[in-house]
Structure formats: structure tokens, C-alpha cells
């Protein structure tokens, strides 16, 4: 499977999430109207998160701001080898459980 493939395998498995096409190319994830985050082809990945959190993930390394919006809360994950791919889905999993963590709330 490719990147994209296992992330979406993945990703879609959890309960409430769907996957659509994303506005910009590529694929959306979404927890009910929430994005989780979307996936550029098999290299990128780009994730919503509160700015500390965002801060704390670019802080120690884990993520860079995002491409093109580097002051917002987003991040961009590069996916250059095998193993990046478990790290973004774990980080598309901080999203949805902080996602989940909301809606309960609520």
C-alpha cells in the first residue's frame, strides 16, 4: 500500500470518521464536521490543532508550521520514508482524539 493508502486504511477506521476529497487536491479526514486533517498525495500531511499544542509539536520536532500558513494553528507533517507514515497517523489520532474529547464535552 501507499502512503496515502495506509493513512486513509487507517484514519477511516476509527468511529465517526469519513473522508472526502479535500478542496486543494487530495483527501480530507473529518470527525462530524471537524477536520481532522488532509493528506497530499503521499508526501505531506496537514493538521488543524490548538496553537499550544501546534507549538509543542513544533517545538520538539515532531512537525513543522504549516507550509503555507506558519503562524496558525496548523501543522505540515512530511512523509520521507516508511516510518514517517505511522508518525502522521499518530498525529492525525492526537486530532481526533482531541476531536472526541470536545464533543463529549459538549
Known amino acids: 500500500m501507499s502512503a496515502v493508502e495506509k493513512i486513509q486504511h487507517a484514519v477511516k477506521g476509527w ?10 487536491g487530495g483527501i480530507e479526514f ?7 486533517g488532509h493528506v497530499h498525495g503521499n508526501v505531506l500531511v496537514d493538521i488543524p490543532f490548538p496553537k499550544k499544542i501546534r507549538n ?5 520536532g515532531r512537525a513543522a508550521p504549516h507550509h503555507i500558513l506558519p503562524e496558525s494553528g496548523w501543522i505540515s507533517f512530511y512523509i520521507r520514508r516508511d516510518e514517517d507514515v505511522d508518525e502522521a497517523i499518530r498525529l492525525l489520532k492526537l486530532s481526533f482524539d482531541l476531536a472526541k474529547e470536545k464533543q463529549e464535552r459538549t
Open 15 to 24: 468511529e465517526g470518521v469519513s473522508s472526502h476529497p479535500h478542496r486543494f
Open 30 to 36: 473529518r470527525f462530524g464536521k471537524r477536520e481532522l
Open 56 to 60: 509543542e509539536l513544533v517545538e520538539s
